[in-house]
């Protein structure tokens, strides 16, 4: 599979990054989001769900475990499993009814949701390095590549 290493020197370019992928994207899809506590995966999200058509302010779900825009003809899920004790807590919740025709699923600590989450299209990894941060998407689908592809032809253009 596809994937991208970028380097991100501040916030700004990771808010950034959020912003050209939601150029690229339409539901549905789901993207996996792995990294240390406060690595950006929330700052990520940010400027994704942002760039789609949200005003607001766009928080970490870590206390409600998922947190719901409705943007145009896009339902977003921003959902953090951080706090998540047992996978099945995300049966009580309705976890499947959540990916539908209609969502994109951002998904932050999905290993805690092992076996009950659908596969991702990309899975994005944010680590530190230094006073940045590097990111890598992985394309685990069609789509994904699609994406990753389309993603890495605009940077190549600039």
């Known amino acids: 599979m596809q994937s991208i290493t970028l380097d991100l020197k501040d916030e700004q370019a990771t808010v950034s990054l959020g912003n050209k992928l939601s150029a690229l994207i339409t539901p549905p899809l789901t993207l996996y989001l792995s990294g240390d506590l406060g690595a950006g995966k929330t700052t990520f999200s940010r400027g994704l769900i942002q760039s789609l058509g949200h005003d ?6 870590t206390y409600t475990l998922v947190e719901p825009y409705e943007i145009a003809d896009i339902d977003v899920f921003h959902f953090d499993l951080y706090r998540l004790y047992d996978p099945e807590e995300l049966e009580f919740m309705g976890i499947r009814d959540y990916f ?4 994109l699923c951002i998904v932050e600590w999905p290993d805690r949701g092992h076996g009950l989450l659908p596969q991702a ?28 592809a389309c993603l890495n032809n605009n940077d190549n253009k600039q």
């Open 100 to 103: 539908t025709e209609r969502s």
């Open 56 to 61: 607001g302010a766009v928080k970490s779900p």
């Open 121 to 148: 299209d990309i899975h994005i990894y944010i680590k530190y390095v230094n006073t940045g941060r590097q990111i890598e998407l992985q394309a685990l689908s069609t789509k994904g590549e699609e994406i990753l």
